[in-house]
């Protein structure tokens, strides 16, 4: 016989009722775009509403309510590099209840101030969440503190569960849930409620191609693990080992997306739905995105689960897909320097319907004879067909066009 699981059922629902009126209950949202994008229904849980812009606050605020008096006084500790720590925080300041939070030493400083404008005490420390780990367990022991783990604790696990049973209470006819995977609290919460209201649902787990830490332990495999990632909400090494048999158990199959997948989400959520979301956030719409096929005509729920995004790293998604798309191109001219060639580039293009965004001269590249002149003419279009139609008017123009993409000169 199986070891029980450390959550059940009755515990998500303990969990809903005790952070009733503490978080907000997020709606789940038609997506006829990301439909019609992926052949699916799909349906979005939109958990970048809540106060810090992320699921997080369930689990933490069902972990600081289940907190006995003594506790409350005494304060808590959590290791956290960004969405876990601002929703710890700022429920903690909602209580009156005393906060640590370990952040690693690279944790970048607009979410270092974050966290602490929401009232806690921050300490950084470490290169890794692993070393901001053992410092907070530390801590917890010499200044007798109350250590809200950010997965692997039965509390937070169930207050991420009440996430699936807000979607099966609006939505009871979805057939798949698209989950993101880190440590797993948030899935072992989801998992154990969805297959309570509805045993027979599809659960899929995502995680970053560079973090197969989950994939690995099921799958018995040795994928390497690390790197720099767009999803660093799920960039975990180590996976929880609470949640590791609810998962095993329960879902039905763990899916690695790639950066380029996981940017084509983010840009996808930010274009076609109107809405911010991080990397971990958009990693369910990038699973979709590698297999459309397999969620054909099904009914299909996703969590974007955080969208505490940084402004520049989002303006450079945007730009990078519209490159992709050929909707941002750019052409090395070559032709004699002559008076009036710009004039002529720009009236060339402007009959071609493009939009100039940059133009750069190139006088004494050697390659380029004395006389001549390279113009780098960078223009927005409306897609690869209207790309190809702007470089064939500038070929018959004499301008002898080359496509300048983001890897170098084609």
Request: aromatic share 4%; hydrophobic share 45%.
């Amino acid at each position: 016989m199986s070891e029980p699981f450390a959550i059940t059922p009755e515990d998500v629902e303990e969990a809903a009722r005790r952070i009733e009126g503490h978080v907000l209950r997020t709606p789940l949202v038609p997506a006829p775009r990301l439909s019609a994008l992926t052949g699916a229904t799909v349906l979005v849980k939109h958990e970048n509403m809540q106060a810090t812009a992320s699921f997080k606050e369930r689990g933490a605020v069902n972990r600081l309510l289940a907190l006995d008096e003594d506790e409350r006084e005494r304060g808590v500790i959590a290791m956290s590099a960004g969405n876990h720590a601002q929703a710890v925080a700022y429920h903690a300041r909602r209580f009156g209840i005393p906060a640590t939070i370990v952040m690693p030493q690279t944790t970048p400083l607009v979410k270092v101030e974050n966290t602490r404008s929401h009232g806690a005490h921050v300490v950084l420390h470490g290169e890794t969440l692993h070393e901001s780990a053992q410092k907070a367990r530390e801590l917890a022991q010499t200044d007798e503190l109350v250590f809200v783990h950010p997965y692997d604790d039965p509390a937070v696990m169930a207050g991420q569960g009440t996430i699936a049973r807000e979607m099966l209470d609006d939505e009871p006819d979805l057939d798949v849930l698209i989950i993101p995977l880190g440590g797993g609290g948030l899935m072992a919460g989801n998992a154990v409620a969805a297959r309570a209201l509805k045993p027979g649902i599809e659960l899929i787990g995502v995680e970053a191609e560079l973090y197969p830490s989950f994939f690995n332990a099921i799958n018995a495999e040795d994928r390497p693990v690390g790197g720099p990632t767009l999803a660093e909400g799920i960039a975990v090494k180590t996976v929880g080992v609470q949640t590791l048999p609810i998962v095993s158990s329960l879902v039905s199959d763990i899916v690695l997306v790639g950066e380029d997948l996981i940017e084509r989400a983010v840009y996808a959520y930010a274009s076609l739905q109107h809405s911010l979301a991080e990397g971990a956030g958009a990693a369910g719409l990038a699973a979709m995105l590698k297999e459309p096929g397999r969620y054909a005509g099904r009914k299909v729920g996703l969590v974007l689960c955080g969208g505490n995004i940084d402004t520049r790293l989002l303006a450079a998604i945007m730009v990078r897909e519209l490159e992709r798309e050929d909707r941002i191109v750019a052409f090395r001219l070559t032709t004699s320097d002559r008076p009036g060639l710009l004039g002529k580039v720009a009236s060339l293009l402007g009959d071609e319907g493009a939009n100039i965004l940059e133009v750069s001269h190139g006088r004494l590249f050697l390659d380029v004879p004395a006389k001549g002149v390279t113009l780098d003419v960078t223009v927005e279009t409306r897609g690869s067909a209207h790309s190809a139609a702007i470089e064939a008017a500038l070929r018959e123009g004499g301008f002898a066009p080359h496509r300048i993409l983001p890897r170098g000169l084609v």
